[in-house]
């Protein structure tokens, strides 16, 4: 009895019944099962439709494959040739084992090496689910006796004596977890070139694409390849992200660039808007909403897009001058969070790694006359070398993009990066997604059972479901900065009242400190920092000004002061007496 090449598909029928028995196994070939139950005796008769999975180790099923394969002119019958096939191979065992994964009828999965082991311990449950008429045999005095004689004619399969054997190799070959198609995508993301044959399956080995990722970038090769020429501050602002300048040049512009400006001509406007919607359209149906346009479908979407803003827009109600508050919407697809946050906050972002996208979006811009600002930039990459940049911004939103991440990336590398975030941002919302909705897709084995498994290594920042349901939202704040080195808690955070965006300016205050942040910009440059230590310095002693407890500059982003905590006059008013000595 056989079933199909990849073991998925034929329905064997039971013996002496009507019943079916849907037999897949792995590699292609007779069931060893079912053998096992003719060598007892046993009457396969199940109650009703069952299926039953037989898979051998991978080791001995490719073994058998590539010497089919090497007979059909499909493989070079090589050392190498071996370990090609099977580093390939295995996506088919992957593809074996996650149809299998579904099964909604009564199933048993075996593990063919530990049958040959010890059939008399899988016995009885094999007797119940497909011979239940005959149980009886697991305790029968003649069965012990049938089992070894079955034992001696089906001994494993000794991978030793095959021509290619390797030991090491061999042991790669039990261990494989990773496809290699994605193997090799991730290896040329990193280092510019394809894996050797068999460093190939030693990457298999690696228990996620996460992992995999972080390996690779650990690798002397790889801090080779990215290691930065020594730059100074003015230079690093250029650092490119598909042509991104970084958060802090972004930011950086005039106060004209803030307002609503409609189009000259509103019609060539609208029209090159409405033709750039095309090609999402076709790609997402009526999935995203278009700022600006109508939408005679109603997408599905926009309800969930204007809640996140107006969780926001509640969240940044006490900020009198909004144009301090700097916004990143990650995965921004046809903009629409951005465009209504930039409503109240001019200074959004929105990024995305799809050109067609950011076209839109641009387009949209264009017709609406918004503040928004949209780049094609892989947020990843910003995190992985520049994640200080991050201190430019107030708040992150992850709007239906994690779990795509995740399927790109792996669930470890999602975390890290995720709790990089959380160490430099306020308030980072994200929208989880659950497995039972990527069933269809089959990607449901890529995600975390629980969605929040994925927030679990924020530890420094506080976790809050806002929504549940199909897709959850939550929100991570962060609770601490850490300044050269210092811990700072805060419970509060205020902004400038300044009426130019470009003087930005922050404080945290917690309960026995206080911490001044600047943000550099062509209004608001290094000096404004080093005149503010200048000025505490020179009140040291006498007890009008608060002691320094850390400070730092990294040159582009901002200079931050910790100050302790005094109750009374704003420093600002101490130390307005002192603009003209500093």
Known sequence: MKAGDLGIGTGIAGMGQGNMIDLRTWPQGDSVVLGLLDEIGAQQAPKGPVVLVEAETFPAAVIARFDTAVKAGRAKDTPDGFATFASRDFSNLAAFRHANQAVTRPAMTIDLADLRVDPAAVLPQLLRLLAPSDAALADAPDTAKRLRIWQAANPPPDLLRFRYYDAT????????????????????????????????????????????????????????????????????????????????????????????????????????????????????????????????KHSTREALLRASCDLLVQEFAHVQRKSQIRILDVGCNAGFASFVLAETFPNTIGFDVNAVNIALCHALKAHSGSAAMFFKADLLKIAETSAKDFEALDAVLFLNVIHQLIFAKGIPYVKAMLATLSRHVDLIVVELSRPAEYVPFGKDHLLPLDPAEILE?????????????????????????????????????????????????????????????????????????????????????????????????????????????????????????LTAAC
């Open 169 to 296: 190799m061999f042991k790669h070959l039990a261990a494989l977890t990773l496809e290699r198609d994605d193997v090799e995508a991730v290896f040329q993301d990193l280092l510019g070139r394809s894996p050797s044959v068999k460093g190939a399956l030693a990457l298999q080995t690696q228990p996620s694409l996460g992992n995999l990722r972080a390996a690779l970038m650990a690798s002397e090769e790889y801090v080779k390849l990215h290691r930065p020429a020594h730059t100074t501050g003015a230079e690093q602002t250029t650092t490119d992200h598909n042509g991104f300048a970084g958060f802090a040049a972004a930011f950086d512009r005039p106060e004209t660039a803030l307002a609503v400006t409609p189009p000259e001509n509103r019609a060539a406007a609208r029209a090159k808007a409405e033709a750039a919607t095309a090609p999402v359209i076709a790609a997402q149906q009526s999935y995203q909403p278009f700022y600006g346009l109508s939408d005679p």
């Open 457 to 577: 290594d924020c530890r420094d920042a506080t976790l809050t479901l806002i929504k549940d349901g199909k897709r959850p939202v939550y929100t991570i704040r962060r609770r601490a900065l850490e300044v050269d080195g210092l811990r700072v808690p805060y419970s509060k955070v205020n902004y400038s009242l300044h009426d130019k965006a470009r003087v930005n300016r922050k404080y945290y205050f917690g309960s026995d400190s206080f911490t001044k942040v600047i943000r550099y910009t062509a209004l608001q440059s290094r000096d404004k920092l080093q005149t503010e230590l200048h000025g505490l310095r020179a009140l040291t002693g006498q007890n009008i000004a608060p002691a320094i407890r850390s400070w730092d500059d990294d040159g582009v982003t901002a200079g931050r002061v910790v100050m302790e905590r005094l109750y009374g006059p704003m420093l600002s008013e101490v130390l307005g007496s």
